[in-house]
């Protein structure tokens, strides 16, 4: 099994994934971005630049996953988009975009995160920037203009209530607090296993603060991603009896305090006009089934996005975009099951690690529900946020077939029922929307 192994020089390694963690740093926390240390210089994309150079000089093998087949196969549908819809010359902006907050960190951070170590370094710094969020966050609130801390812009303030949010592309409410879903998973596994106390109790406050700043975010994918993975919390804690029953005792509950600041119904103005965007997201489908109208070309169709990733998906890159992209998802998810299933000798010298590799993946899918549930309700297809979880998910997986714990074939055995699944969800999915229009 040696030809699934990733051979790195150890120097050259290290010093790779030294510049990952910076552009992890410049990608989530973004000083560069802060009101009061703004510099117009493009750090994120000069830095993803040097690690890419960094990559294809000392990571040998390449990954050539299936994976990163279906990455490129997007580009490729995007590119038939461009084609098919008249904006070939335009095709080339699209394209990068894609590469390099897709396709190029996905390769990075699989092909750096060779170790166990690696991974909660990394993990590290998302929960540092999940902290710098909500302190700006709070700084928001108390704030009588709603400027924040590092906030470049004013907190919003309108029908709806009060949204915190952060700087770049965390600027949208709906994109911190989906980053801050992501988190949560994090913050209870570093918790989980801490050597001490101190560090036990502070990955326990994180996580309450994070949950906080998911509240201020007023996000309402936000927080029905945070309730399904505090629901996956109850459950990997107490089982299946016990996490039934406590939704149904909680569900009231959660109801009442959902209404008293922003009311997911069919009844409320702006979630008819969300059910009115799906639809207008299937008509465009119609209009072009097979690669859709675009990326990025909702909003020339419709006066208001999508407010969901998968209708978004559908209607820009088709049925061939949607089912490459699910397959994504649904493989990933298929495949840290498989892990977190995985019988191991415990005479494997190796056992401790793995256990701890089976953890982490365990965590892992939870953070992915809680992507799969937020994105029912804001159009995040292409975030750089789910390309880099992704990695992350996927990494586990490399890591243990170099540990030749599992075969790397196992990842192509899935993907026959990746693609059907993917296919089925597309039907589910209109007929969901019809029944709520």
């Known amino acids: 099994m040696r030809r699934h192994t990733v051979d790195i020089s150890p120097k050259a390694s290290s010093f790779g994934f030294f510049f990952l963690v910076i552009y992890s740093c410049l990608v989530f926390i973004r000083p560069h971005e802060w009101s009061w240390l703004t510099i117009d210089f493009p750090f994120i994309r000069t830095m993803l630049i040097i690690t890419f150079i960094a990559y294809l000089a000392s990571v040998k093998p390449k990954n050539t996953s299936i994976h990163v087949t279906v990455l490129f196969l997007l580009l490729f549908v995007m590119l038939m988009s461009e084609l098919r819809n008249g904006r070939l010359s335009y095709s080339f902006p699209v394209l990068m975009d894609f590469l390099s907050t897709a396709i190029i960190p996905y390769l990075l951070f699989t092909g750096f995160l060779i170790s166990y170590e690696r991974h909660v370094v990394i993990m590290k710094v998302m929960i540092i920037a999940a902290l710098f969020m909500v302190y700006n966050g709070y700084t928001q609130v108390i704030s009588i203009d709603g400027v924040g801390w590092v906030s470049s812009t004013d907190f919003r303030s309108d029908m709806d209530g009060l949204q915190a949010r952060y700087v770049g592309f965390l600027n949208d409410p709906n994109d911190m607090g989906m980053f801050l879903v992501m988190c949560l998973p994090f913050s209870y596994f570093l918790a989980k296993n801490s050597r001490n106390a101190f560090s036990k109790y502070f990955y326990i406050c994180t996580l309450i603060l994070v949950l906080t700043g998911i509240y201020w975010s007023q996000s309402r994918g936000s927080i029905l991603g945070a309730l399904v ?173 170099t540990l030749e714990v599992i075969d790397k074939s196992e990842l192509v055995k899935l993907s026959p029922k990746s693609f059907i699944y993917g296919s089925m969800s597309l039907i589910v999915l209109y007929f969901v929307i019809r029944l709520l229009l």
């Open 229 to 401: 993975v505090l629901a996956s919390f109850f459950y990997i804690k107490y089982g299946k009896v016990k996490t039934f029953f406590l939704s149904m005792v909680s569900l009231p509950i959660i109801v009442v305090v959902l209404s008293k600041f922003r009311t997911i119904s069919t009844e409320d103005a702006s979630a008819n006009a969300r059910i009115e965007a799906w639809y207008q997201g299937i008509l465009m489908f119609k209009y072009r089934p097979i690669v859709g109208v675009g990326k990025d070309s909702f909003l020339e169709h419709h006066y208001k996005t999508a407010h969901n990733s998968y209708v978004l998906i559908m209607s820009e890159l088709g049925a061939l975009g949607y089912i490459l992209w699910t397959f994504l998802l649904i493989s990933t998810f298929f495949i840290l099951n498989k892990i977190i299933h995985l019988n191991v000798d415990s005479l494997n010298p190796k056992h401790e690690l793995i256990k701890k590799e089976k953890d982490l993946a365990l965590f892992c899918i939870v953070g992915l529900l809680g992507y799969l549930s937020t994105a029912f309700f804001i159009s995040r297809s292409y975030v750089i946020i789910l390309y880099i979880f992704m990695a992350l998910c996927m990494s586990i997986f490399f890591r243990l077939c």
